[in-house]
Structure formats: C-alpha cells, structure tokens
C-alpha cells in the first residue's frame, strides 16, 4: 500500500450511528454496494467527514426490533469500512478495514462459538459500537436474527424472551453482565435456554467468568481480546476452558497470530489486521503481514494471552477507556476556568466491582480542601466522554504524588503506595465491606456519603447505580416508588428501615397493585355517554373517519355496556365490543382494551402501531403513532403505567412498568421510559431523561 492517504480516492459515506434496526440495514448496504462506511456521532461530526473526505451523509431510521435479512460476509482486501479509535491516547485515529478483516472476524467466532442458523440473540449493545455490529453480521451469516431492545440491556425483557423462547443468545459487555450475576435470584429454569453468549473485551476476573457459565450451563461462552485495528485477536471458551485459564483472554485462532515484545506489549498479526491508520496527517499502512504493537501490556503462557493492563495506564470504565493524563487536564481547566485551584491530585485506575475498574481520585493534603469540587469535575468530564462513573469515583490521600524528574505522576507506584495504606482508605472501606442497610447501599453506588436532603436525580447517579436501586427497592417495599428518583434519600431510608431487616428483604418479589378488573363502566363520571362521543369528536380532528375517534368510539362503548344489568342483556353488546375491538387492530393498528381508565379530551393523533396497554391514561393527553404502553416484565402483569393530564406523548415513544408520567409532562419521540417521571419535565432519550422544564403552565396540548 502507499504511503500516501487513501481517504480521498475512496468511495465514502457517512453513517450517523443509531442503535436501530435500520443502521444496521444501511451499514450491511453499503457493504454490498462497495461503499465505505463512516460511522458518525452526528450529522454535523465535521471532524469524521472532513478527515474522510466525506461528503455524502445517511441517516438511518430509528426503531429496534428485530433483524432478519440476507446477508453473506466475504473476503476482499478492498476498503470496507473507517472505524474510529477511542480516543484515549489523544486524538481518535481513523482506522480503514478491509471487507477481509470483517470476514475474518465473522468466520472465526462463527467456529469458535459453533453458531447455526438456529440463533437468535438479544444484542445487548448498541449496534452502532463495533462489538455490536460484529454480532449483528456474526448473526446474520449464520442466517440467525438479532434483536435489538429498546431500552437497552433489559434483565426482565430478556427473561421474558427467553420464557417465550423468543432469543437463546445474549451478546453483551463484562459490565451488564456483572448486573446479571447480581440479578440471579430472578431467573430460573429458562437460563437454561440460552445457546451462545459473547462477552466484550473489557476486563473480567476468573470468578467471575466461572459464576457466568455456571448460570448458562448449556451456553457456548466465548470472551475476546482485541482493538479497533485488530478485532477479537484472541477468543477465549469460557464454557470449557480450565480453571487455570479463566483469567486469560483465551488464544489466538485461526490464522491470527499473537505475541508479547520485548517491552511486554503485546502485538497481533493476521487477516483481520487493519489495512491502515491515519493519525492526525501520518498514515501508517498496516496489513496482514504487518506485526501490530498495541499498547497492551500482557504475558503469555502456553499459548494463552494474559492482559495485564494498558501500557499507557487507560481506565476501562464500564467499557469506555479513559486516558488519566487527558481527565486530569480537562479538570484542571473547568477548576481553573471557575476560579478554583485544584492543588495537586492525579487519578488512576482502581478496581471496581460492577464496571471492572474504576477512577481513583487521589490528592495530596494541600489539595484536600477542594476534594468535592474535583469529585464532581471528573465525574462530570467522565460523563462528557460517555462515562457515567460518578458512583466509581474513590478517593485516596498521599503525602506526595511520586513523579519523574520531569514531573510525570509515576502511576504503578502511586498504585502501590494507595495498597499499602488501603487499610486505613474510608472509599476502599466501604467498597470491600458488606452492605447491611440501604443506606450503605447508596453510599457503595455514588461513591460518596448520603445527604438526606438530597435525590438521587440531584446528585446525578449513573444509570448501573439507577438499575441496582431500583431492584433494592422492588425487592424491599414489593414495588419501587414512583418517582423515587427525585424523593429525599432520607425518605427512601426510613421506609426500606421500617421494611425490615435489609439483607431478608432483598429476597422479596416485586408486584404492583392489582388492575381493574373491567365489572364497571371506567368512562369519566359527570358526562354523559353521547356527550363524551361527541367531545371526543371534537377532540379528534371533528372527522367520522378518524382512527382516533373511531377507536375511542369502541372504547366508550365497551366501558358504557358495562353499565348494563343483567348480565344476560348485556351479552350481545359484548359480543358487539369485543368484534369491532379486534377488528380495530386490524383497521387502525390500534389496541385499547376497554380495562383501560381513559379520560378526557384524548388524542390519538396519526394511527397505526398504538399499544395502549396503560393502567390509566389523564384528560387532554395527545399520543401519537407506534407508541407503545405496558408491562415491563411478565414477572409482573399488573406493572402498567398511569399517563398523568395534559401529557404529550411523541412518536415512537415506549413507556412501560409500573410509573407514572407526571402532568403537563413531554415524552420526546422514540423516549424509552420505565421510570416514573415528574410534572412538566421534557424527557428524551433512551432511556428517557429529564432535559428540561414544560413552560405551559395551563394547559392542554389541545388548547382547552
């Protein structure tokens, strides 16, 4: 290859990431069609598009779901693809790949985990990283399907699946994984289901490996090394790999070849070598043939790779790498720029037990006065990285940071010197130490004492610390409280405390009240039933042929027969409902079932897709198309959501367990809520957050 940038001679197209169903769709697309895809962060990544010399942008649909289509990996040097390093060791590097070295990883994990075409897997991670787009052609060439959830790594979506043998893979990285160990008691006899798992390179210990195939008893396990330039270099068997092996990440398969150097970097060489790098203006050719120094450090031993950390001393934080000596720069200049001077600190990778490992904070005497101001500025530049890792944050003190002479911190000393003294360590305390209230629950999760005063919300708890309590709560009180995430902790505190014991209740199952059992007629009182037709006439565009109406028309009706006695009389207009009820599914893609409480001066505005399974739905509340409301778990059927008055609800958006929306509230389309959310908040995303406040005060979305 030349020495010269091949970027611009290349037929290029920016892909702006999505975890959804048609990202993956266009990125398969454009393989067949020669194009070279670039995975963007956005439509306006000006960094990406100019370095590639791209100028051509696709945005791909939203939606998850399921994938299922033809699709056949092949071999080929031509370019296919320009991946993106992380970026921890300074700028991300552009990475080009051959259709090659995405047909070498296909082909050696299909061997590896003996894939059918009988998988179908819950992909447990965004399909727009590369680890889950690998899984989706693994799949995929197999002539399997993958499912992508839509609200992520969901424990009780996948128990459901897999108790409707609807998925028997699961692709996910060590982090979600450690969720799912600590979430066993919630499985059963379907784990038994699962076939084939992947596991991501991030770092996970022996024990933890061997819990995992002893819950997945019939499962082929397989674990990877690997980089953006050289994916899945080595392929560890956990399901049959002896004890001795466990802590390894496996061997080298196929043609790929593995070494340490000198130094004790490991290096790779084989197919799925990238064919070159940019680094800035510097391309660097690689190749097949090219021996490949990373820089890992790592041991071999017959034949087994043993990672023993990164040469440069980067953080895996839940999968995300993260550089110290770029946090610590980033944090004195937001410190500096608010008038505050941070003093001496460092930080450095320490362990931690749901992310692998985590941020360790460590200042000097002379800085500790500024200890919660540099708390929160490293947890909020980790946040700006994609790292929520503020309930990973601990905090050391040293009498001096050991540094070179040209005053870099020598990290493995400063490690060693935070062992020797660990004993006396308050954070590394409380993270060794069992948990015996909810209160000290709390304190393990932020990584910091427990302001009563204070929320969860206020005090920014990451979404690994979100799911842990939510299951504490579920677990001790039968159900989490809505909205429990903007009460006091103290609130929290004194209820889990009057509970009982803290360590018993832990094995308590959730529930949530009963439903209406649909005996009495659930219309809203005060109205009669030809007046509260015609308002929802009104409501509804004042059109005979909308769906909206129409489908509300059948509701009323199978609320209103209910008020009908006897039984014997109300028999055929039952019969009547429960026609055109179904046929309504049909006609409108539809579905609201009379057992619904629907109130006034609701708008179901542009058909089709609507899954109305709510407990109850407010006055003056618009949803719009391919929204979905239910249970979250089929542990739970009576889990359902209340949808507050004046709620305005976009398209695609998923609100599922037992919450409650908050009035006057915004759910942005495709939004994925499943957890209560307050009155006039504007929540986006998936999961659902809180971005903002609803101005209107008074208010109806249909200007009533």
Request: net charge negative; with cysteine; proline share 6%.
């Amino acid at each position: 290859m030349s020495e010269e940038n091949p970027f611009p001679s290349l037929r290029t197209v920016g892909v702006v990431a999505a975890n959804s169903v048609g990202y993956v769709r266009q990125m398969l697309d454009n393989l067949e069609t020669g194009l070279v895809s670039v995975p963007l962060r956005s439509a306006a990544d000006e960094d990406r598009l100019v370095r590639t010399h791209t100028t051509e942008i696709q945005q791909p649909g939203p939606g998850a779901g399921w994938v299922e289509m033809p699709f056949r990996s092949r071999w080929g040097d031509d370019p296919a693809q320009i991946s993106f390093t992380s970026g921890t060791q300074g700028k991300p590097k552009a990475v080009l790949l051959s259709h090659g070295n995405l047909h070498d990883v296909v082909v050696r994990v299909t061997r590896a985990m003996a894939i059918t075409d009988e998988i179908r897997e819950y992909v447990g991670v965004p399909v727009y990283h590369s680890f889950g787009y690998a899984r989706c052609r693994i799949v995929l060439n197999a002539g399997g399907k993958a499912y992508i959830p839509p609200a992520g790594f969901d424990l009780s979506e996948i128990r459901r699946m897999l108790e409707a043998d609807e998925i028997n893979a699961i692709s996910a990285v060590p982090s979600l994984w450690r969720i799912f160990l600590a979430a066993l008691d919630r499985f059963g006899d379907e784990l038994g289901k699962v076939r084939w798992v992947e596991i991501g390179s991030q770092y996970m210990s022996a024990e933890e490996k061997a819990a995992l195939r002893r819950a997945l008893p019939n499962a082929r396990i397989v674990q990877h090394y690997g980089l953006t330039e050289a994916s899945r270099a080595t392929l560890q068997a956990i399901h049959d790999a002896p004890e001795e092996a466990l802590a390894s990440v496996g061997r080298a398969e196929g043609d790929t070849l593995v070494r340490t150097g000198p130094t004790g970097r490991i290096e790779i060489r084989g197919p799925h070598v990238a064919l070159g790098i940019l680094d800035g203006e510097d391309w660097r050719p690689l190749g097949a043939n090219v021996w490949l120094e990373t820089s890992d450090v790592g041991r071999m031993e017959n034949g087994l790779l043993f990672y023993e950390g990164r040469g440069d001393d980067v953080i895996n934080c839940g999968g995300v790498k993260l550089s110290p000596d770029l946090v610590e720069a980033a944090v004195r200049e937001r410190l500096t720029a608010s008038g505050t001077t941070p003093g001496d600190f460092a930080l450095l990778r320490r362990p931690d037990p749901m992310r692998g490992e985590g941020i360790g904070l460590v200042t000097t005497p002379a800085a500790a006065t500024q200890r919660e101001r540099l708390i929160e500025a490293v947890a909020e530049e980790a946040a700006s990285l994609g790292v929520n890792a503020r309930g990973a944050i601990s905090v050391h003190e040293v009498d001096a940071l050991p540094r070179t002479e040209t005053g870099k911190v020598q990290r493995k000393a400063l490690a060693a010197l935070i062992e020797a003294q660990a004993g006396s360590d308050e954070a590394d305390r409380r993270r060794t130490s069992a948990i015996d209230t909810f209160s000290e629950l709390l304190e393990q999760l932020l990584g910091r004492a427990v302001d009563r005063a204070r929320s969860f919300a206020d005090m920014s708890g990451d979404s690994l610390a979100h799911m842990q309590v939510t299951l504490a709560l579920e677990r001790a009180l039968g159900e989490a409280p809505s909205g429990w995430e903007w009460r006091p902790f103290g609130a929290l505190i004194d209820q889990v405390d009057e509970a009982g014991d803290f360590n018993a209740l832990m094995s308590q199952p959730a529930g949530a009240p009963p439903l209406p059992d649909g005996s009495r007629n659930l219309n809203p009182p005060g109205i009669p039933f030809w007046d509260l037709v015609r308002e929802d006439y009104r409501t509804n565009d004042a059109s005979l042929l909308s769906q909206g109406f129409l489908m509300l028309l059948i509701h009323r009706f199978g609320n209103w027969r209910m008020g009908v006695r006897p039984k014997l009389l109300r028999a055929p207009l039952t019969l009547i409902y429960r026609l055109f009820n179904k046929m309504s599914q049909f006609w409108f893609g539809m579905k609201l079932d009379y057992t619904v409480k629907v109130g006034r001066r609701v708008k179901l505005e542009h058909f089709g897709g609507m899954i109305l399974g709510a407990r109850e739905i407010g006055n003056d509340v618009i949803i719009r198309q391919n929204t979905t409301f239910g249970i979250r778990s089929t542990d739970d059927l009576n889990a359902k959501p209340i949808i507050g008055n004046f709620v305005d609800i976009g398209a695609g958006a998923v609100i599922v367990g037992n919450v409650t929306i908050g009035d006057n509230a915004i759910i942005g389309a495709n939004s994925v809520v499943f957890t209560s959310v307050p009155p006039d908040a504007v929540v986006m995303g998936v999961p659902g957050k809180v971005i903002g406040t609803n101005r209107r005060r008074n208010p109806s979305p249909l200007g009533r």
